[in-house]
């Protein structure tokens, strides 16, 4: 994968934009807009995908793996919400949350021992097959829904032995601030860690892997640990997801869904998890318009992510450090200009 694709240290500008963006959201529910509910739990789910599309842009864009099947575990995690959720009562967020994201953890550390042993359009491939062996058993297995899927009928429980609940997750609202507050924590999570050490692992294989195991990393520790802790992200997506729709079914374990995953972080930009949640946004919102405007959304959403790879191989991200740049030096050369005097001086 090109490192010309890649924009890892954000510019000023582009912080300072996000930084705005983080307070609209968090301002957004005060604002007494119509249909307040509505946008709320669209924004939600807005948020949801980007914590799905952040742990993806750890694989895709940090180390350079490009996997079909990460759906999997964003699916798998919504499963284990909805048989750990009693038929009369509302299960506690303390501990189904951590088991929800551990399983999905445990099976991207069994499926990554196999599927990091290969590269390239192998390892797409093998990951694609890995999610396919699991949309088909819960697909194909009544006891585990079937293709009907499961009803999550309650939003988690967030008491305190036996005391009163800390957080009414039943109220949109706050399950947005929850979610946000998930969003930014993943977020400066992902960032330390591509700054860290490990995370300098990671971008080195993604550039030169033989290099790498020339001078003593053993990379296949590296790239089992990135696609481990990716499909805990996943799964904590995953959970949020289900909590908050109340509906998990065999289609966000499967290919499509890991598809539209890849879209977001190429459309925003990959390798900073900016560009991931920016791609995430802008997906989703341009998902809507183009369904309003016709039933062959899918034929304008191909034209489009065609046209921003064209036209901005760093994504949306990318385009606004460009923008950026051009400004500056647009502003120094009139200066320049004035102080000789003119253009002839």
Request: hydrophobic letters at 55%.
């Amino acid at each position: 994968m090109s490192t010309s694709a890649h924009l890892e240290r954000l510019p000023r500008g582009l912080q300072v934009a996000l930084g705005l963006g983080a307070v609209a959201l968090a301002a957004f529910p005060w604002l007494g807009l119509e249909n307040e509910r509505y946008y709320v739990q669209m924004l939600t789910q807005m948020m949801i995908l980007a914590i799905f599309a952040m742990s993806l842009d750890l694989l895709q864009g940090v180390t350079g793996l490009v996997s079909l099947g990460h759906a999997a575990f964003f699916g798998l995690a919504g499963y284990v919400l909805a048989f750990l959720t009693p038929p009369t009562a509302a299960p506690s967020l303390w501990w189904t949350l951590p088991a929800a994201v551990a399983a999905s953890a445990l099976a991207a550390l069994v499926i990554g021992f196999f599927v990091v042993r290969t590269r390239g359009i192998y390892f797409i491939m093998v990951t694609m097959a890995f999610a396919q062996m699991l949309y088909y058993l819960f697909f194909d297995n009544k006891a585990l829904g079937g293709s009907d899927g499961l009803y999550v009928l309650f939003k988690p429980s967030t008491a305190l032995g036996g005391e009163g609940q800390l957080l009414d997750l039943e109220n949109p609202v706050t399950f947005y601030y929850l979610t946000l507050a998930c969003l930014v924590g993943v977020y400066a999570f992902l960032r330390r860690l591509l700054f860290s050490p490990f995370g300098r692992v990671l971008a080195g294989i993604r550039v030169n892997e033989h290099r790498l195991r020339a001078v003593g990393h053993g990379t296949f520790a590296y790239k089992l640990a990135a696609f481990t802790l990716a499909g805990a992200l996943a799964g904590l997506a995953g959970y949020l997801w289900a909590a908050q729709t109340g509906f998990v079914n065999p289609e966000l374990l499967g290919f499509h869904h890991s598809a539209h995953a890849i879209m977001m972080v190429i459309l925003g930009g990959m390798g900073n998890f900016a560009g991931a949640v920016v791609g995430a946004f802008a997906f989703e919102y341009l998902l809507h318009v183009f369904k309003d405007l016709t039933k062959h959304w899918q034929l304008l959403m191909g034209a489009f992510i065609v046209l921003v790879v064209f036209v901005a191989p760093r994504g949306l991200i990318g385009l606004g450090q460009r923008l950026l740049q051009r400004r500056p030096a647009t502003a120094a050369q009139r200066l320049e200009t004035s102080l000789q005097g003119g253009p002839h001086g």
